[in-house]
């Protein structure tokens, strides 16, 4: 049986114990793929077994692929065999995003980040799956992954796996946002509700700028203000013919919570040279105030890149400018609860970890994974979640 790495982080609010965890399997005891992937999800059954849950509470997964399109197959036919067949196909139904990102260990196919809410007895809350179809033609890209938690008077809805129609990058940009939008209004929804996106594009420095200009206008035609906090960084989509996949996590309550910017003097906003996001968001929920802080990079107070070509000092930037963000909001690094790092070279890991390890984050749960960022001079970025009770 293969061995695993598993970090996680715990949060119990006055309605349900939270659980954030990040497999990665260990390559030493075995480098099979099926292998690798049903020993991460046996671990996930053994940390919410510990937790008093099951696979049932998982609400959002991330998968990351060394090779999607080699592994896919093989990949779904291993977490059916661990979590499928314990109450039939829809017993594990959480929000999925499935994407080629490379984990940063060369022998590992894939490494995998969880979100698990178990209600308090006498709460309610449960996981529904929704069907939504995908209106490409292209036959290739599979149906959207849309899953409602409700809890009390909060309904949040996550989705992944969101395509457009396959076309050129201002066109597919758009569509995808409007099968996003389609997603949400039926769910008596729209984008104003949309607190979280994830963006990944499979040809970064080509697109980004098409990319900036479909969600301008698209944000535009369906009155988004604020914009979400957002991670837009390069990854390929299964589906061959297209270039964009879009996941999100939206919150609709009564009353409705507000959206509060995460601002810091360290760094200038985002829409301010073209791209649309907040740096971070702070939204309360029923059970906590989520921090999303958004993709972050070496960038200062003048939107400029720093430290050109100094993985070492880029990441140090990096790391203060979420610091700094989070102190805004009167939290700090100690609440970070999930983390997702890009390195866009593989030599720089081992700086990135002894950096981490320094700052007291190398135990939070955290993918590491090999991916290149919104400028060609940036060579690293990191988004975070961070939790303060209500």
């Not at 609010?13 to 690798?36: H, K, L, N, Y």
């Not at 129609?165 to 997603?183: H, L, N």
Request: charged share 25%.
């Amino acid at each position: 049986m293969t061995s695993i790495t598993v970090d996680y982080r715990r949060f119990a609010g006055p309605r349900a114990r939270e659980i954030f965890v990040v497999c990665r399997p260990d390559t030493s005891v075995s480098r099979e793929p099926d292998a690798q992937f049903e020993s991460a999800y046996r671990a996930l059954r053994r940390r919410l077994r510990a937790e008093g849950g099951s696979p049932k509470h998982v609400v959002r997964e991330f998968v990351f692929f060394r090779d999607i399109r080699r592994d896919l197959g093989l990949f779904l036919d291993s977490r059916r065999r661990v979590v499928g067949r314990l109450r039939g196909p829809t017993f594990y139904i959480p929000a999925s995003t499935l994407i080629e990102q490379p984990p940063l260990d060369p022998d590992i196919r894939a490494e995998f980040a969880f979100h698990a809410l178990i209600p308090h007895r006498g709460e309610t809350g449960r996981p529904k799956a929704l069907r939504f179809f995908s209106h490409c033609p292209c036959g290739e890209c599979s149906r959207p992954s849309v899953r409602e938690f409700r809890l009390d008077k909060t309904v949040q809805l996550r989705a992944g796996n969101i395509y457009g129609t396959a076309g050129p990058a201002y066109e597919e940009t758009v569509s995808m946002f409007r099968s996003s939008d389609r997603i949400l209004r039926q769910h008596g929804m729209s984008f104003r509700h949309v607190a979280r996106t994830w963006i990944h594009l499979r040809h970064i420095d080509r697109d980004y700028a098409e990319f900036n200009r479909g969600r301008r206008d698209f944000f535009r035609e369906a009155g988004v203000e604020p914009p979400p906090a957002s991670t837009g960084i390069e990854g390929a989509p299964y589906a061959g013919r297209h270039s964009l996949l879009l996941s999100f996590d939206a919150i609709k309550a009564v009353p409705q919570p507000e959206f509060l910017f995460m601002t810091t003097p360290t760094l200038n906003e985002a829409w301010s040279y073209g791209s649309d996001f907040s740096r971070g968001l702070r939204v309360a929920d029923g059970n906590k105030e989520t921090l999303f802080v958004s993709g972050t990079a070496s960038v200062d107070e003048s939107g400029r890149t720093v430290h050109a070509e100094d993985c070492r000092a880029q990441i140090e930037r990096m790391l203060l400018n979420i610091s700094t963000l989070l102190r805004g909001q009167g939290a700090s690094l100690d609440q970070i609860l999930l983390l997702t790092t890009y390195l866009k070279e593989t030599r720089d890991a081992d700086c990135l970890r002894e950096i981490l390890a320094r700052q007291g984050l190398a135990d939070v749960p955290n993918t590491l994974v090999r991916a290149a960022v919104c400028r060609p001079d940036l060579l690293c970025e990191m988004e975070a979640l961070a939790v303060r009770p209500l």
